[in-house]
């Protein structure tokens, strides 16, 4: 079937939808060149600064969490492609400051290379940055090495707690260690049953029966655990849930969040149904939902399927969560 996409020039696509995202939340967000999102209202240079760098494509994210209490900038590559060195360095000497930088990249083969020559020279200019890697996929299975596990959704709430401590006026140390025990105590698990195209090829990026959904698939169509017959919503749920409490090593009495992150092509009835099904399975096991998100914050395409996220919360994880923020696709008043 012809991909049907409402687009222009295939190698604009990136220009042209980062023109229309600046100009729909000019009052948040501006465009740099070296296609740096930042801050239209930038924060007092004595607060860490939070820079990221991911491929388009995936909208919201990346750069719909730019804004008051979330990211600085954020450095935007090709669809599904990470962006270049230079300006992702750009991007940290913008964000230099005394009270320094935390740089958040999700472990993608071509965001870390980029990130590493970046850091490079930076570390060569004398930039005070501290990089932390996201690496919550299980599909590869919880005791596979980091190297071996994508950063996915987990990104999101990760900026946001950490993005709200470094408001607070957190060191640059106590930001990274903030962010970095929420890393250690989150994952997340993929499931897809439809694939999406490439918007500037029109390529299928993998291949399932009508019938099929394959659990732990990544967000560019990455092999997962292998094709499934599908499953009602809560079987889904508690297949994924138990692997994922396994993972964080959640036990009866813990508090969780929980995010049900749509890939692009699935329902809010859908998900909905299958959140219903994720709280039936912790309440059985006595844990708590104590925050939860539903909707798209990382997409791929059309693509069917969603990915299910969890993470351990305490008292200050939690409070750092509902802290208020402003950015084009999350604020907490």
Not at 71 to 95: C, H, M, N, T, Y
Not at 145 to 150: A, F, L, M, Y
Not at 155 to 166: E, Q, R, V
Request: proline share 5%.
């Amino acid at each position: 079937m012809a991909m049907k996409k409402f687009i222009n020039d295939p190698s604009r696509l990136t220009e042209e939808l980062l023109e229309g995202f600046a100009l729909a939340h000019r009052d948040i967000v501006s465009v740099s060149p070296g296609r740096l999102v930042t801050r239209v209202q930038p924060k007092s240079p004595d607060k860490v600064a939070l820079v990221t760098l991911g491929g388009a494509g995936h909208e919201p994210a990346l750069s719909g969490f730019v804004g008051e209490g979330m990211l600085d900038i954020s450095v935007v590559g090709d669809i599904f492609a990470a962006p270049g060195p230079p300006p992702v360095f750009e991007a940290l000497k913008r964000a230099d400051r005394p009270a320094g930088t935390l740089f958040v990249v999700l472990n993608h083969a071509g965001d870390v290379l980029s990130a590493d020559m970046a850091m490079q020279m930076a570390e060569a200019e004398g930039l005070k940055v501290r990089k932390l890697l996201t690496h919550e996929d299980i599909a590869a299975g919880p005791d596979a090495p980091e190297t071996d596990r994508r950063g996915l959704v987990g990104c999101i709430p990760l900026y946001k707690i950490a993005g709200a401590a470094a408001e607070a006026g957190r060191s640059l140390e106590e930001v990274h260690a903030i962010a970095e025990r929420f890393n250690r105590n989150m994952a997340t698990l993929a499931v897809a049953m439809k694939a999406a195209t490439h918007p500037a090829t029109g390529e299928t990026l993998f291949a399932l029966a009508d019938d099929e959904m394959e659990i732990g698939m990544g967000q560019h169509g990455e092999a997962g655990t292998g094709p499934c017959k599908i499953r009602s919503a809560d079987e889904t749920a508690a297949l994924m849930m138990e692997r994922l409490l396994h993972a964080i090593g959640a036990t009866k009495g813990d508090r969780l969040m929980v995010i049900l992150n749509g890939a692009g092509a699935t329902t809010l009835m859908e998900l909905y149904i299958v959140l219903n099904g994720v709280k039936k399975y912790l309440d059985e096991r006595g844990i708590e939902i104590v925050a939860c998100r539903v909707g798209e914050l990382l997409t791929v395409q059309e693509m069917a399927g969603f990915q299910m996220f969890a993470a351990r919360m305490d008292d200050e994880l939690l409070a750092l969560w509902n802290a208020p923020c402003r950015t084009p696709s999350l604020t907490v008043a």
